[in-house]
């Protein structure tokens, strides 16, 4: 009886620890299973993830794009504010650096650095050749040319804003009807603007050239043209309120003619410097 009471007290609590530590057992991969993912759980949260992702996607590009447009107002107001300057300076007159009986001009910087320009229309690209000695201290792209998607996407070098090539012929030559050659071509002068409130000065095409085509590889008549006026109002209009201009753009009159078309609107204004680009201030 002693003997049988030894091994109940000696193995009993041992049986029954161990038969305790065997049902418990199992206890624990349960446990583990409670507290992780399984494969829908994770496909879910994968697929709401990727929702939240696809709805703030157009607010940050809208977000962007109206940083953009407020950096290229910016830039075009002080564009404007230098080529004011430079008329004061040169008798109320538009950059006038090219010419147009020659066929390859060069223009000769401050510092001996030559730029060679080809087509005498050009010079609605290169219309800050003759400020980089006057106000921007020898800077070849100054970054204040440029609108915010090129700084953004190319940094300078990249599309700068252009001058309308009406400001580089009379304004004869910019109506059907007086168009005789290049014999009208030339500088213009802030005087003969006759609508100052209603006519681009400068203009950034960036969206023409990389963005808001329609599904058949067209411009979007909604396009947003952010411009400054000759008045130095910087504002933005929508591309289908633009004023189309002369159909055959510069015409062809090899080899200075840049456009056989109208490119972007603004660009060939009916009238040239007399004429509109938009019609109301709005």
């Known amino acids: 009886m002693t003997l049988s009471l030894t091994l109940s007290l000696v193995f009993g609590t041992s049986v029954k620890r161990a038969a305790l530590r065997t049902s418990a057992a199992p206890a624990a991969p349960r446990a583990a299973r409670a ?21 703030a996607l157009p607010a940050v590009g809208r977000a962007r794009a109206r940083a953009d447009e407020a950096v290229a107002l910016a830039n075009l107001r002080s564009s404007h504010g230098v080529l004011a300057a430079y008329g004061n300076d040169h008798r109320e007159s538009f950059p006038d650096f090219l010419n147009p009986k020659v066929e390859i001009n060069f223009v000769r910087l401050a510092d001996g650095r030559v730029v060679q320009i080809d087509r005498y229309f050009f010079a609605s690209w290169f219309w800050y050749l003759p400020l980089v000695d006057f106000a921007y201290d020898g800077v070849l792209r100054p970054r204040s040319i440029y609108p915010g998607e090129t700084l953004r996407r190319f940094g300078p070098g990249g599309p700068s804003f252009y001058m309308p090539c009406v400001f580089f012929a009379h304004a004869d030559f910019w109506t059907p009807e007086t168009r005789t050659g290049p ?75 840049l456009h056989t078309f109208e490119w972007h609107p603004g660009q060939h204004t009916l009238g040239g410097v ?9």
């Open 35 to 55: 507290g992780a993912f399984t494969l829908l759980e994770m496909l879910l949260c994968i697929v709401v993830v990727a929702l939240l992702v696809a709805l």
């Open 183 to 257: 014999e009208q071509w030339g500088g213009t002068r802030w005087p003969d603007v006759q609508f100052p409130a209603q006519k681009f000065l400068l203009t950034s095409y960036f969206n023409f050239h990389f963005e808001e085509l329609t599904p058949h590889g067209e411009r979007g008549s909604e396009t947003r043209v952010p411009f400054v006026a000759v008045d130095g109002a910087a504002r933005v209009a929508r591309a289908g309120r633009i004023r189309p201009g002369m159909i055959s753009g510069d015409g062809w009159f090899p080899p200075g003619s």
């Open 274 to 282: 007399r004429g509109r680009d938009i019609d109301t201030l709005r």
